[in-house]
């Protein structure tokens, strides 16, 4: 049965991120959470967190609610759950989607009366948990500072009072981070594809010694195999961004491509993989 009296935080979206922050801060009946996918109820059992089976139950009683879900979902999300939030309400959108995007969803949740925040969140959440990088704009954005800040997130910064600041600055940070990642990918394919894998680098360490490349290279593609489909959405979004701002997203889209053709994919590779850990 569930008990949301005592919930103020809402979560909608209960994968990576929900169930790491969820641990994490220890919000226990503190927050309720709801996921579209009925397998996730057993994490947020482990979570402690109030597990419900519909989105009003998670949202009802919230006065802070967390956006956790999948970048394609993020729009569809706050368009069909807006309606049952409390007036004032503070939705966080914390997905990684274009300006544009967020943009949208912020008419949807003020159109109902909620508040709507743009955060963007900069690094992984493991191992970082909730020393995660976050940056939070909007008309509300103080407010959402200070209740994330309350939540237990300890790295959280307001860059603006425009919704879709922060995501820009994700977005196009993003276009190198997941780029290098796809670059270095395609780099060891065709490397092991001609036999000429260490050579390539210690060649690149020849030339750079901050890190050896067998090291970069092996979590880079620790990344790519084990996220891949989620950050081949994450650079369609970027590429949104770049289209928005009149630049052709041509080294982009083929992240996005490389991304995606390679998740769930670590066997293509014979570098060690423990260099990533």
Not at 155 to 178: D, F, L, Y
Not at 188 to 212: C, F, I, N, W, Y
Request: with cysteine; proline share 3%; hydrophobic share 50%.
């Amino acid at each position: 049965m569930e008990n949301i009296a005592e919930s103020i935080l809402g979560l909608i979206g209960f994968g990576e991120a929900g169930s790491t922050f969820a641990s994490a801060a220890g919000w226990e009946a503190g927050a309720a959470a709801f996921d579209v996918l009925p397998a996730r109820r057993a994490a947020m059992e482990a979570a402690g967190v109030v597990v419900c089976a519909a989105a009003d139950g998670a949202l009802s009683h919230a006065s802070l609610v967390l956006s956790l879900v999948t970048a394609d979902a993020a729009l569809s999300a706050a368009k069909d759950y807006a309606a049952l939030l409390k007036p004032g309400t503070l939705w966080c959108d914390m997905n990684s989607v274009a300006p544009d995007t967020k943009r949208a969803a912020a008419r949807a949740v003020e159109a109902a009366g909620g508040r709507y925040v743009d955060v963007a969140v900069l690094a992984p959440v493991n191992p970082a948990r909730m020393n995660v990088p976050l940056l939070v704009a909007g008309p509300a954005a103080d407010d959402a500072a200070a209740r994330l800040r309350a939540a237990g997130f300890a790295n959280v910064r307001v860059v603006g009072s425009e919704v879709g600041r922060a995501s820009a600055i994700k977005m196009i940070r993003s276009v190198m981070v997941k780029g290098i990642e796809a670059l270095t990918a395609e780099m060891m394919l065709a490397a092991e594809a001609a036999g000429v894998t260490e050579e390539v680098l210690a060649s690149l360490d020849a030339s750079e010694r901050q890190q050896a490349w067998s090291t970069r290279a092996a979590y880079n593609l620790e990344r790519m195999t084990t996220h891949g489909a989620r950050r081949a959405a994450e650079m369609e979004e970027s590429a949104r961004t770049l289209i928005g701002l009149g630049v052709e997203p041509v080294m982009t889209s083929g992240t996005v491509r490389r991304q995606r053709e390679l998740a769930g994919k670590a066997d293509v590779f014979s570098i060690e993989r423990e260099a990533a850990q």
